[in-house]
């Protein structure tokens, strides 16, 4: 029901927009979150934002690189990623689920994930 989209090898310093659509999902009644996990790494929280749209919140890694949004005519939450770092290196999956603000950054929380999109920065 989640599909993630918009991943690709890029350069140091590139940039690059992750899509999140749904089908038989209305994504601005769920927050949606953005997760990546790193081969051989552990799964780490990116971004997220509330149901509605209201609130966004970053893991530090990233505070100032990426942007979340939203668009509720096309149902898609986009993650913009600027002055992409090799260690931006992942697959990156997209997740919603009916997440209070106060706990939006546990993965267990959300109900939907959608299949990864692989993310290369090169050095």
């Known amino acids: 029901q989640l599909q993630a989209s918009g991943g690709g090898l890029v350069q140091t310093g590139g940039s690059l927009r992750l899509s999140c659509t749904a089908s038989?999902?209305?994504?601005?009644?769920?927050?949606i979150g953005w997760f990546r996990q790193a081969p051989g790494k552990e799964r780490e929280g990116v971004s997220y934002?509330?149901?509605?749209?209201?609130?966004?919140d970053y893991a530090d890694s990233v505070k100032g690189r990426f942007t979340i949004s939203s668009d509720n005519a096309e149902n898609t939450v986009y993650l913009q990623m600027n002055s992409l770092k090799p260690e931006d290196t992942a697959v990156y999956y997209c997740a919603a689920g009916p997440v209070s603000i106060l706990v939006i950054r546990s993965p267990d929380n959300y109900d939907y994930w959608g299949q990864g999109t692989l993310v290369t920065v090169s050095s």
């Open positions: 038989g999902l209305t994504l601005d009644y769920y927050a």
């Open positions: 934002i509330s149901s509605g749209g209201a609130s966004t």
